[in-house]
């Protein structure tokens, strides 16, 4: 919902740290997510994450979150989908180039960054979006991208 | 100016050391001279002359012309399209390419046809969004955005690679051009986002209409503290307005042009406006020409190409050099005789 993407991103801040601490929680569940079978996880934890991420951030489920380099705003909400900043359109009150209603998707993703810790995360250029992975779970995919590195930490020590 | 290397039309200059192309825009950039570009609209026709008709205005005072990739999200000839003409007889065509009608696999395709007709300069943009223009009904691609463009052709350039991995026997040697807004918010942002560009591998800039000199110069005072103007060139954007009805109505109805009030006043005031909104166009250029890390003007004279011969001139920048165009070194050599 527009109003509460709108809330989250003045509360960046939080949900940085609501995430910070909900990640290594997830990590720390790898067994059962390996027991269980990532494949066979997926199908729940994809309806999970889109019901969470739906409400508060009005989440496309692209599948490749960047909330925490983009401010807590959703830059697939974006008309343009940019991923990587504001277009040049943005009108002087802040509002869209093509919904004049609404604010820019990145004006407030520079606001919302600038009230995270790690918010020069928007510095970084991100890559392309992996349609593939369209609405998949992000959460999953970090996880076990963080699962697999610590495994293969503790192998080589 | 005759560079002493000047090819037969149609073909490159060599590649001097530290160049990325044998194009003459990089050329006259990387020699400090004042580079002057202009924005080339598009027929909506299929007849070649209206394009050449269009370039020929220009002769004589730029160094490059922008073919526009369906600007404003309104349909016309292809900038590809155009620039298969353009090269044709020597023209040195700034291939504009939006991100808003072509996925990753028709991009890629383009910038090697491209590069191979002999287009030696590439302008990623994001474009413009379908809504504003003549088909809102189109369906709106946007797969890269013209950050991940520009490294997808950086990388297509200098690793031989698609952004599949597959590798590319003769890479497109081409020089990376990108837009910028300092006038359209959030101003903080602006300059990061610069320097995102020239991380994904911008080396030119051009931007939006610039009439608020104050801003501009606080954008390129940023900038240069965050080190970004020794590694690109800037041309900022500027154009002649027709009246300060024309005017307005750019100002409320094209987002991301920002007009002051002081413009308006100055063009509402004139006897002649027509004329007026060229002496303002002049008067920015020469004020353009003195801030630090400004290496050019893109000149965007819509429905008023005409006019941007004389402005160019009556600015002096390009201060008696004569960039090129077909049949150039012949008349100045009669010019001589």
């Known amino acids: ?157 | 100016m005759i560079f002493p290397d000047e090819p037969n039309p149609g073909e490159m200059l060599p590649i001097l050391p530290g160049h990325t192309t044998g194009g003459r825009l990089e050329r006259v950039l990387r020699a400090g001279h004042f580079a002057v570009t202009s924005e080339l609209a598009p027929p909506d026709s299929a007849n070649p002359e209206d394009v050449y008709a269009r370039a020929r205005v220009f002769d004589g005072y730029v160094d490059g012309m922008n073919a526009t990739d369906g600007s404003g999200a309104n349909c016309h000839m292809s900038s590809v399209g155009m620039c298969a003409l353009l090269t044709r007889i020597g023209y040195a065509p700034v291939m504009q390419v939006s991100c808003r009608d072509k996925n990753r696999i028709a991009i890629q395709g383009d910038v090697l046809g491209g590069a191979a007709m002999g287009v030696t300069n590439i302008l990623c943009l994001s474009g413009d969004g379908v809504q504003s223009g003549d088909h809102p009904e189109a369906k709106p691609v946007f797969d890269l955005d013209s950050m991940s463009l520009l490294e997808t052709i950086r990388t297509m350039r200098d690793k031989s690679e698609f952004l599949s991995g597959r590798k590319i026997t003769d890479p497109p040697k081409v020089f990376l051009g990108a837009a910028a807004n300092p006038f359209a918010p959030p101003y903080d942002f602006r300059p990061h986002r610069m320097a995102k560009k020239i991380a994904a591998g911008a080396q030119f800039i051009q931007t939006q209409y610039c009439f608020d000199i104050p801003r501009f110069k606080e954008f390129m005072a940023r900038s240069r503290d965050l080190g970004l103007l020794e590694k690109v060139f800037v041309l900022p954007g500027v154009g002649p307005m027709a009246s300060a009805r024309t005017a307005t109505w750019i100002r409320n109805n094209v987002p991301g042009i920002h007009i002051p009030d002081a413009v308006i006043k100055r063009l509402a005031g004139a006897q002649d406006q027509k004329k007026e909104g060229q002496q303002i166009c002049i008067d920015l250029i020469q004020e353009l020409r003195e801030i630090e890390g400004v290496s050019g003007v893109h000149v965007m004279a819509y429905r008023q190409e005409e006019s941007v011969a004389e402005i160019i001139d009556r600015s002096g920048v390009l201060e008696g050099r004569v960039p090129w165009y077909p049949g150039r070194d012949q008349e100045l050599q009669k010019e001589r005789a």
């Not at chain 1, 003045?10 to 609501?18: I, T």
């Not at chain 1, 997926?42 to 969470?52: F, G, L, N």
């Not at chain 1, 995360?121 to 970090?142: D, E, M, T, Y």
């Open chain 1, 1 to 157: 919902m527009y109003s509460v993407r709108l809330w989250t991103v003045r509360h960046a801040r939080f949900f940085e740290r609501v995430y910070n601490m909900f990640e290594p929680v997830l990590v720390k569940l790898h067994p059962i997510w390996s027991k269980l079978g990532y494949d066979r996880a997926e199908k729940p934890m994809s309806k999970i994450e889109q019901a969470c991420k739906g409400l508060l951030f009005d989440c496309k489920m692209c599948g490749q979150c960047a909330l925490s380099s983009t401010g807590m705003s959703c830059s697939m909400n974006c008309p343009k989908n940019l991923r990587n900043g504001p277009c040049g359109g943005v009108r002087l009150n802040g509002n869209c180039e093509v919904y004049a209603e609404k604010r820019c998707v990145w004006v407030e993703a520079w606001d919302g960054s600038r009230k995270m810790k790690n918010g020069d995360r928007i510095f970084a250029v991100q890559k392309p979006v992996n349609f593939s992975q369209q609405g998949s779970s992000s959460w999953l995919r970090v996880v076990r991208q963080i699962a697999q590195r610590e495994e293969q930490a503790e192998e080589r020590s």
